[in-house]
């Protein structure tokens, strides 16, 4: 018995995830603090949300007075497409069966909505204790009719969606022009969908925890890594808790982090004087693929430098841009590579030799010698390394 408890905990799928609420807290006061009115008469809606266990509806509706909101609008996956999605789940608890709408027959194939628009219990405050809630018609995916007219309700769009949905959330969100403030993982933002939004300044990275540990509720039973278990726990989260290093905040609401430049260094200064061995020892190395030089790191970028530069993708949280403009991405599918290598030997950092294509979808650096400790690549008799995908930048140019 106890062997089928750990395998069925193994089958979970780890793509649910629960948003502590002080993130939320700290994010959507970062927009409050650019714009106080950002939440004034605007209707919110959170879906892919559960709102009976959800931070996102718990803190609009306690805050819903200090926001000036109009309404709150939250809806959930039905029970059934909950336990198809992650095999085990929350089971039925008091909450729902405490309620005169309680329905056993539609319990577990209908979703919920709860909305907040009045002080419903009479207690003088409109919050949590005044959402109502009702069955949805349908199961409760965003991508229905039913809660596309949520939606095309909405003002503004706030939750954390299933990361493997996050493609289709976003494009979501944008086919009906919706403003949104929403998690996903900083590896979003080269995704084809993605990417074009970013440097078309229509989406951008939010205001707060980016780049740093995020940690998560997750349901019981989920395969959460020890380790991850062990960093949210000295963050504060015992339990059934895991941690993300790569989360992030995307929204195209505006917010002060977003404005602020980067103080850096001239190159002759970060040649010199960079914390940076690598830039101290190998300077700035121009890829043989891209008309771009490597920058490795946010703070190494030289200000004086007018040409492009490839960026890891982390720079996006840092990215302002009146400083810099996004030029592209090293990805095959955007196609700005300069030239195509044809089939090389991969030379893995164990030494094992295989046939591979793997050049044409990276930038990639020429090396006189084969490095060690890394993998690399030959063509030719020319050895190369790839790097992770890089943002194309350039200093922006300030008209007078």
Partial sequence: MANDSLQQAKRVKNDEFYTVYDYIQKEI?????????TFRDKVV???CDDPEWSN???FFAQNFEMLGLRKLISTSYSMEVKKAKYEQYHQMTMFET??????????????????LTRDSNKSGVIDFDDLEWQYLEGDGDFRSDEVKRLR???DIIVTNPPFSLFRDFINWV???????????????????EIFPLIKGNLLWIGATNNGKDMVFEVPEGADVDPKDREKAAKLGYVGNYTRLGNACWYTNINHGRRHQPLNLMTMADNLKFSKHR???????QRYDNYDAIEVPFADAIPVDYDGVMGVPITFMDKYCPEQFEIIGITKTWYGMASKTYPQQTQISKNGKQSVVTKLNDGPVIKVNEPPTGTTYYIVDGNYY???YARILIRKKVVSE
């Fill in 174 to 192: 944008f086919e009906a022009n919706k403003h949104c403030i929403i998690i996903g993982t900083i590896d979003a933002a080269v995704y084809k």
């Fill in 152 to 154: 095309d309700e909405a």
């Fill in 98 to 115: 405490s309620f005169p709408q309680y329905d056993e027959s539609k319990a577990v194939t209908k979703g919920k909505i709860f909305t």
């Fill in 45 to 47: 809606l959170c879906p």
């Fill in 29 to 37: 006061n970062a927009y409050l603090e650019y714009d106080p009115d």
């Fill in 385 to 387: 390394i790839q790097l």
């Fill in 278 to 284: 690598q830039i101290r020892e190998k300077g700035y």
């Fill in 56 to 58: 996102f509806t718990r």
